[in-house]
C-alpha cells in the first residue's frame, strides 16, 4: 500500500504560480511512475505529468508544457508540481498518484495506469 497526501492548493490570480506537494509514504517497492492529474467541475479527470522513477524521466500534458515542472525528491520522499503562468483553465482539483508495477499499452498520463491517489487539493485561478 502507497499513501499519497497533497498539500499547496489555493487561489491564484492568472499569470502567478503554485507549487503543489505530495507526501508518499507505504511501500513504493512496485512504483515506477507517480504522476499529476487534476479534475475540473464537470469534465474527466486528465493527466498533467507524469515522473518515472528509475531515471527521473518526465512525460507533460501539451496543455501545460513549458508551464508546469514535476519533480520528486527521494530524501523527503515527495513529489512536486511547480506551475507557473497559470490560467484559468487550470483551475480543479488535483491529485497526486502512484502505479502498482510494471504495465504496457497504457499511457503514462492515464488514470488508468495508476492505482494510488491522494485526497486531492483545490486550484483556482480566478482575477
Known amino acids: 500500500q502507497v499513501q499519497l497526501v497533497e498539500s499547496g492548493g489555493g487561489s491564484v490570480q492568472p499569470g502567478g504560480s503554485l507549487r503543489l506537494s505530495c507526501g508518499v509514504s507505504?511501500?513504493?517497492?512496485?512504483?515506477?511512475?507517480m504522476g499529476w492529474f487534476r479534475q475540473a467541475p464537470g469534465k474527466q479527470r486528465e493527466g498533467v505529468a507524469s515522473?518515472?522513477?528509475?531515471?527521473?524521466?518526465?512525460y507533460y500534458a501539451d496543455s501545460v508544457k513549458d508551464r508546469f515542472t514535476i519533480s520528486r525528491d527521494d530524501a523527503n520522499n515527495a513529489l512536486y508540481l511547480q506551475m507557473n503562468s497559470l490560467k484559468s483553465e487550470d483551475t480543479a482539483v488535483y491529485y497526486c498518484?502512484?502505479?502498482?508495477?510494471?504495465?504496457?499499452?497504457?499511457?503514462?498520463?492515464?488514470?488508468?495506469?495508476?492505482?494510488?491517489w491522494g485526497q486531492g487539493t483545490q486550484v483556482t485561478v480566478s482575477s
Open positions: 515522473f518515472k522513477l528509475s531515471g527521473g524521466y518526465t
Open positions: 498518484a502512484a502505479d502498482n508495477g510494471w504495465r504496457t499499452g497504457v499511457s503514462v498520463l492515464s488514470p488508468d495506469r495508476y492505482e494510488y
Open positions: 507505504g511501500n513504493t517497492g512496485r512504483t515506477y511512475f
